[in-house]
């Protein structure tokens, strides 16, 4: 019995989520609330991803306001 192929990030793919991932960690700590607010949620997304992919991230940062 042959399972199902798994589908993986390009390296490409790799490098475009973690800029995403720390360009959304940058506006986490904007003064704006809304804009920190879905910055936060966005991340959290996206580091779902970073995990499923099994790569390296920090969720939590002290460097929110």
Do not use: F
């Given at each position: 019995?042959?399972?199902?192929?798994?589908?993986?990030?390009?390296?490409?793919?790799?490098?475009?989520?973690?800029?995403?991932?720390?360009?959304?960690?940058?506006?986490?700590?904007?003064?704006?609330?809304?804009?920190?607010?879905?910055?936060?949620?966005?991340?959290?997304?996206?580091a779902?991803?970073?995990?499923?992919?099994?790569?390296?991230?920090?969720?939590?940062?002290?460097?929110?306001?």
């Amino acid at each position: 019995m042959t399972g199902y192929a798994k589908p993986e990030l390009t390296q490409g793919e790799q490098e475009k989520l973690k800029r995403v991932y720390d360009d959304l960690l940058e506006l986490a700590s904007s003064d704006v609330p809304s804009v920190a607010a879905a910055a936060r949620a966005a991340l959290a997304q996206v580091a779902a991803a970073l995990s499923g992919e099994g790569l390296h991230y920090e969720l939590y940062s002290k460097n929110w306001k």
